[in-house]
Structures are given as structure tokens and as C-alpha cells.
């Protein structure tokens, strides 16, 4: 069995030829057979499919003729990515049935990258959720503690990739949902700068707000599976051709300016959380870093925008599932019953809530307070962060404001769920790059750090993250 | 800014849900607070603030050409298709009695 591998080792012996992909895949596949009954991070394994495509790997590198470094390696895909052929259903009933007819940008270059697709793992129902509770299909445990919630709505990933059921995975993040549940199962979560990877093939769900990232188990993964997934793309008009990328593994922080908002150290966190990211501070210092306490203002307001421009989004987003060109139809009725009952039938409740939510706030009389006012604000925000780019490299706040909680504890709550996003959605609003990084534990629980990056800056970002997680 | 259950069913209906009695009671009820929550974005002063634009315009609009998709993705698109006749889409009716 080859296990708790990270990416660069598995590309290290796949290289080195100590291992072969195919014995890489089938120990994944094994592993996911002895452990995913109780954990249920797969809605489908592609045993088959990943088997063939690791004998085809293995037959590559022993010609010479490796595609990449990650050629080989076995990986999950969030299930609202496309790949040609596969099922693929946004965690959604409405979907149910549904064949991918093409690749996701990701996917293409992954595949083109000789990566090997373990399975596509379970989510939130259209992204919408903080926990994976609210997949159509099962709810998801925490590896670390099966009694509790992964985190959302990239929670299939992240308990695949704490659980040791895959290498690395790809996740989504619209306001957090990647850096989350990163966070409360303990892996490492990037959301990079708006703009840096192609959204075409992924489920849309805030367009304005959607990147999709690497989840891993060190930082140097992350660089690494950021890489061959990044640059622009004809078929998504928001990627920006960037400059080149250049992460270096740092053992030091001197010269480096960390800033400290004091918004998001002051009331709101759990002690624990407290505790572990202060130890992280200390940690930050002794490495040479200097740390500068900085004004950071709008953090609650950056909820609100974000619960504002979302819904509003999803709202239009959502309208395609009507039961007409795709997915489940309820059948023999006049087109606008169809609609309201095949939306009825497909959509979980927190969709429709924020499909409603979205409706409200764009509607007549609505839309100059709700909408035009969050775009307003988002100004402001993204004029906050600019501000205090100006005289830090980096800011680190927690990636939550408290760790994995129970399943069920939230559910029945939708604002409680969504104050969880406290941290993270500020990030998405202005668009900048931020990556989570485990920070110790508190009563057996992952805690996570979050470090906020200045726009197109991910290299130096994770560069500054590595030396945090390489500290003793 | 409390929504009634008018303003609920109004909104389903916008929205195309066909929601029950009890969906709707539901939705009332956990609605209210987030738009609470929203509510404190009226109390930022945002005169002069102008709205935060998508992306600058050169990239906003492209050339009008179509591009051609495989042979198996056309197939697929179709195969997902809930009902269809010879290739083609097939929609139930807008119109209870249409025209012949």
C-alpha cells in the first residue's frame, strides 16, 4: 500500500520508477473500497477507466515520453466539473442521469497532463452550502471525525484528500468553499486570483465570484496542481493571460511583511481557533517576518455584499435547470408547470431559497438597494484590500471562525451556515488570490490559517505559505 | 422590509417553483433574516462610490464566430435531451390548444 503520499512524492517515484501509476491507482482504488463506506467523499469511482488510463501512463513514462510530472497520479474531481463521458451532477437530483458532452478546461488539462481520475466526489448541491449536507446525494463525514461535517461546498475533495482517497483534488470556491472545508478536515486549499482558471466546464454558480482550485496536502502541491490549471482560455472571456509563475519552497518569512486586520482578531472566533492561529502568528515571527497590525474595515459588510451579489447571481444562473434541454422533466404538463415542477422536484431547499433570495433582490423597486448597493460596497472593499496591500505582502486571518461542527447541528439555521463564511467570502468579493493552511488542532479538531494574497500574486502567496508549513 | 406570504408567492412563482404550502411557510420564515442581515449595506455611505465593473471592456466583448463542436459532444448534448423526436428537441407546448 502506498500511502499519505503527497503530490510531489508520488511524481518523485513515479519519476524515480519506485512506483508504477498502476500500483499508485489500484492502492487508491483499494483504499477508497476498504474506507469510503463510512466516509462517502465518491459519488462514483471510475475503477475501470483509471485503471486504463494509469496502465496507459505507465507505458508513457517507460518510453520517455512522460506528459508532465503529475502524469500518472491519481486525483478526485468535485462533481461539478465535466469529463466527456462521465456522470457529472452538481450534487443535484435535477441532474440526475446527466453525461458530461465535453471536458471542463480543467479536466482537458489535466488529462493532457496524463492525470489519472479516481472519481468525482460529493458537494453541496450546486456549491450552495458550507457543510455537504446538502448534496441530493448523501451527506459526506469528516475523516477526522466521522460525527462531523467536512466543511462545503467542496467537502467531497477535501474529506477524498484528508482521508488519503486520492493524491490531490480539485475544488470550487465561490465565497469559501474550498479554503472551508480545507480548514475543518486539515488539508491545504487554494482559491487563486479571479480570473487565473477557466471556469468553462464547471457548473456555474456566482460567475462573478466562481475560481476553481487545487486541494492538497502540503503547499508545494498546491503550486503544483495550480499550475498546470491556470492561464487563459478562449472559453472563458474572464481568464487574463498572467505573468509567468514562480513558487519557491521558503524556509524564512525575513523581509516579508505579514498584516494582522484587527477586524478579524477580534470577537467571533472560538477560543480554540483563537489559541492555534495566535500560535501561528508566533510562528510567522519567529521566521523573520514582520507583523503589522492592520485596518481592515467592511468585514461584516462583506457578508452582506456577498449575500446580496450571490443569490442574485445564482438566481440567474439556476434558471437554465428547467426541465427542457437537460436533466429530469416532470412530464404531461403545459410548459410553465413543467417548470415550476421539474424545479420543484430537482432543487433542494437551500437552492431555491437563494434562487428566491436572488429574485428579491432584483426585482423592481429592489434592485437600486440590494444589488446596485452591493456593487457600491464591493467597491469599498476592494478598496480596502488595495489599501492595505500597499503596505503588506500578505494578510493572515483564520480560515473560520470555529472548527468542524456536528452533523445536523447547522442545517435547520441557514444564517448561522452562512456567518461561518465570515473570512473567506472578503476574498472572493475583492478577487484576490488566499490559500488555507493547517494550523494545529484544538480538541482533536483541524484548525485553519487563511493567507490573503495581492491580486495575481498566488506565487508569492504560497511561497510565503510553504514557509509557514515548514516550520517545526 | 418583512416579506408577507403575498410577497413569497409571488416570488415562487418569479422564481418557477411550484412550491407547496408548506415550502412556502418555510421560506417566509428563513428568508426574513438573511434579507435582515443584507439590510446593514443601507447604512454605508457609498455617495460618489461608483459600482465595481466586471472586467474592462476589451475583454467583455469578443468576435461573433461560431464554433464548430465535435460530432460526439453534439451527440451527447442530444443524448441528455429528456425528450426528443429525430435529433430534435421536443418541448411541451406553450399554449394549451395551438394553432394546427
Given at each position: 500500500?502506498?500511502?499519505l503520499?503527497?503530490?510531489?512524492?508520488?511524481?518523485?517515484?513515479?519519476?524515480?520508477?519506485?512506483?508504477?501509476?498502476?500500483?499508485?491507482?489500484?492502492?487508491?482504488?483499494?483504499?477508497?473500497?476498504?474506507k469510503?463506506?463510512?466516509?462517502?467523499a465518491?459519488?462514483?469511482?471510475?475503477?475501470?477507466?483509471?485503471?486504463?488510463?494509469?496502465?496507459?501512463?505507465?507505458?508513457?513514462?517507460?518510453?520517455?515520453?512522460?506528459?508532465?510530472?503529475?502524469?500518472g497520479?491519481?486525483?478526485?474531481?468535485?462533481?461539478?466539473?465535466?469529463?466527456?463521458?462521465?456522470?457529472?451532477?452538481?450534487?443535484?437530483?435535477?441532474?440526475?442521469g446527466?453525461?458530461?458532452?465535453?471536458?471542463?478546461?480543467?479536466?482537458?488539462?489535466?488529462?493532457?497532463?496524463?492525470?489519472?481520475?479516481?472519481?468525482?466526489?460529493?458537494?453541496?448541491?450546486f456549491?450552495?452550502?458550507?457543510?455537504?449536507?446538502?448534496?441530493?446525494?448523501?451527506?459526506?463525514?469528516?475523516?477526522?471525525?466521522?460525527?462531523?461535517?467536512?466543511?462545503?461546498?467542496?467537502?467531497?475533495?477535501?474529506?477524498?484528500?484528508?482521508?488519503?482517497?486520492?493524491?490531490?483534488?480539485?475544488?470550487s470556491?465561490?465565497?469559501?468553499?474550498?479554503?472551508?472545508?480545507?480548514?475543518?478536515?486539515g488539508?491545504?486549499?487554494?482559491?487563486?486570483?479571479?480570473?487565473?482558471?477557466?471556469?468553462?466546464?464547471?457548473m456555474?454558480?456566482?460567475?462573478?465570484?466562481?475560481?476553481?482550485?487545487?486541494?492538497?496536502?502540503?503547499?508545494?502541491?498546491?503550486?503544483?496542481?495550480?499550475q498546470i490549471?491556470?492561464?487563459?482560455?478562449?472559453?472563458?472571456?474572464?481568464?487574463?493571460?498572467?505573468?509567468?509563475?514562480?513558487?519557491?519552497?521558503?524556509?524564512?518569512?525575513?523581509?516579508?511583511?505579514?498584516?494582522i486586520?484587527?477586524?478579524?482578531?477580534g470577537?467571533g472566533?472560538t477560543?480554540?481557533?483563537?489559541?492555534e492561529?495566535?500560535?501561528?502568528?508566533?510562528t510567522?515571527?519567529?521566521?523573520?517576518?514582520?507583523?503589522?497590525?492592520?485596518?481592515?474595515?467592511?468585514?461584516?459588510?462583506?457578508?452582506?455584499?456577498?449575500?446580496?451579489?450571490?443569490?442574485?447571481?445564482?438566481?440567474?444562473?439556476?434558471?437554465?435547470?428547467?426541465?427542457?434541454?437537460?436533466?429530469?422533466?416532470?412530464?404531461?404538463?403545459?410548459?410553465?408547470?413543467?417548470?415550476?415542477?421539474?424545479r420543484?422536484?430537482?432543487?433542494?431547499e437551500?437552492?431555491?431559497?437563494?434562487?428566491?433570495?436572488?429574485?428579491?433582490?432584483?426585482?423592481?423597486?429592489?434592485?437600486?438597494?440590494?444589488?446596485?448597493?452591493?456593487?457600491?460596497?464591493?467597491?469599498?472593499?476592494?478598496?480596502?484590500?488595495?489599501?492595505?496591500?500597499?503596505?503588506?505582502?500578505?494578510?493572515?486571518?483564520?480560515t473560520?471562525?470555529?472548527?468542524a461542527?456536528?452533523?445536523?447541528?447547522?442545517?435547520?439555521?441557514?444564517?448561522?451556515?452562512?456567518?461561518?463564511?465570515?473570512?473567506?467570502?472578503?476574498?472572493?468579493?475583492?478577487?484576490i488570490?488566499?490559500?488555507?493552511v493547517p494550523?494545529?488542532?484544538?480538541?482533536?479538531?483541524?484548525?485553519?490559517?487563511?493567507?490573503?494574497?495581492?491580486?495575481?500574486?498566488?506565487?508569492?502567496?504560497?511561497?510565503?505559505?510553504?514557509?509557514f508549513?515548514?516550520?517545526? | 422590509?418583512?416579506?408577507?406570504?403575498?410577497?413569497?408567492?409571488?416570488?415562487?412563482?418569479?422564481?418557477?417553483?411550484?412550491?407547496t404550502?408548506?415550502?412556502?411557510?418555510?421560506?417566509?420564515?428563513?428568508?426574513?433574516?438573511?434579507l435582515?442581515?443584507v439590510?446593514r449595506?443601507?447604512e454605508?455611505?457609498t455617495?460618489?462610490?461608483?459600482?465595481t465593473?466586471?472586467?474592462?471592456?476589451?475583454r467583455?466583448?469578443?468576435?461573433?464566430?461560431?464554433?464548430?463542436?465535435?460530432q460526439?459532444?453534439?451527440?451527447?448534448i442530444?443524448?441528455n435531451?429528456?425528450?426528443?423526436?429525430?435529433?430534435?428537441?421536443?418541448?411541451?407546448?406553450?399554449?394549451?390548444n395551438?394553432?394546427?
Amino acid at each position: 500500500m502506498y500511502e499519505l503520499m503527497t503530490l510531489k512524492q508520488a511524481a518523485d517515484a513515479l519519476a524515480n520508477k519506485t512506483v508504477t501509476s498502476v500500483e499508485l491507482t489500484q492502492s487508491y482504488l483499494d483504499r477508497i473500497r476498504a474506507k469510503d463506506g463510512d466516509i462517502h467523499a465518491y459519488l462514483e469511482v471510475f475503477e475501470a477507466h483509471a485503471l486504463e488510463q494509469a496502465k496507459a501512463s505507465d507505458a508513457r513514462r517507460a518510453a520517455g515520453s512522460a506528459l508532465s510530472e503529475i502524469d500518472g497520479i491519481p486525483l478526485a474531481i468535485k462533481d461539478n466539473m465535466l469529463i466527456e463521458g462521465e456522470h457529472v451532477t452538481g450534487g443535484s437530483k435535477i441532474l440526475d442521469g446527466y453525461v458530461a458532452p465535453y471536458d471542463a478546461t480543467v479536466t482537458q488539462k489535466l488529462k493532457d497532463a496524463g492525470a489519472i481520475f479516481l472519481g468525482r466526489v460529493n458537494m453541496d448541491e450546486f456549491a450552495m452550502g458550507g457543510s455537504t449536507e446538502r448534496s441530493a446525494y448523501g451527506i459526506t463525514r469528516n475523516p477526522v471525525d466521522l460525527e462531523r461535517v467536512p466543511g462545503g461546498s467542496s467537502g467531497g475533495s477535501a474529506a477524498a484528500v484528508a482521508g488519503d482517497l486520492c493524491i490531490a483534488a480539485l475544488g470550487s470556491d465561490t465565497g469559501g468553499s474550498i479554503r472551508q472545508p480545507a480548514a475543518f478536515t486539515g488539508i491545504v486549499g487554494l482559491k487563486p486570483s479571479y480570473g487565473t482558471v477557466s471556469r468553462y466546464g464547471l457548473m456555474a454558480m456566482a460567475s462573478s465570484l466562481d475560481q476553481i482550485g487545487p486541494m492538497t496536502k502540503t503547499v508545494e502541491d498546491a503550486a503544483l496542481l495550480y499550475q498546470i490549471i491556470r492561464g487563459e482560455d478562449y472559453h472563458d472571456q474572464t481568464t487574463v493571460n498572467t505573468p509567468p509563475f514562480h513558487f519557491e519552497k521558503r524556509t524564512d518569512l525575513k523581509g516579508i511583511r505579514v498584516g494582522i486586520p484587527k477586524q478579524a482578531w477580534g470577537e467571533g472566533m472560538t477560543d480554540g481557533v483563537r489559541q492555534e492561529c495566535g500560535k501561528a502568528l508566533e510562528t510567522l515571527k519567529e521566521l523573520g517576518a514582520e507583523m503589522v497590525e492592520i485596518d481592515l474595515p467592511y468585514m461584516d459588510e462583506a457578508l452582506a455584499v456577498y449575500y446580496v451579489l450571490m443569490p442574485c447571481e445564482v438566481s440567474a444562473n439556476i434558471s437554465r435547470f428547467d426541465g427542457i434541454r437537460y436533466g429530469q422533466r416532470a412530464q404531461g404538463l403545459p410548459l410553465i408547470e413543467t417548470y415550476g415542477q421539474s424545479r420543484l422536484q430537482g432543487l433542494g431547499e437551500e437552492v431555491r431559497r437563494r434562487v428566491m433570495l436572488g429574485t428579491y433582490a432584483l426585482s423592481r423597486g429592489y434592485y437600486d438597494a440590494y444589488y446596485r448597493k452591493a456593487r457600491k460596497v464591493q467597491t469599498l472593499i476592494r478598496r480596502a484590500y488595495n489599501k492595505a496591500f500597499e503596505g503588506v505582502d500578505v494578510i493572515v486571518t483564520p480560515t473560520t471562525p470555529s472548527p468542524a461542527f456536528k452533523i445536523g447541528e447547522k442545517i435547520n439555521d441557514p444564517l448561522a451556515m452562512y456567518l461561518e463564511d465570515v473570512y473567506t467570502v472578503g476574498v472572493n468579493v475583492a478577487g484576490i488570490p488566499a490559500v488555507s493552511v493547517p494550523c494545529g488542532k484544538t480538541n482533536g479538531l483541524p484548525v485553519g490559517l487563511q493567507f490573503i494574497g495581492g491580486m495575481f500574486k498566488d506565487d508569492q502567496l504560497l511561497s510565503i505559505a510553504s514557509a509557514f508549513e515548514s516550520a517545526p | 422590509m418583512a416579506l408577507n406570504r403575498n410577497d413569497i408567492t409571488r416570488l415562487a412563482e418569479l422564481s418557477r417553483l411550484a412550491l407547496t404550502e408548506e415550502e412556502m411557510a418555510r421560506m417566509e420564515q428563513t428568508i426574513d433574516p438573511i434579507l435582515n442581515y443584507v439590510g446593514r449595506l443601507s447604512e454605508v455611505n457609498t455617495d460618489d462610490v461608483p459600482e465595481t465593473e466586471d472586467t474592462d471592456e476589451i475583454r467583455a466583448l469578443r468576435g461573433d464566430e461560431a464554433i464548430p463542436s465535435t460530432q460526439t459532444t453534439h451527440d451527447g448534448i442530444i443524448a441528455n435531451f429528456p425528450d426528443k423526436k429525430d435529433g430534435l428537441l421536443r418541448a411541451p407546448a406553450v399554449f394549451d390548444n395551438p394553432k394546427s
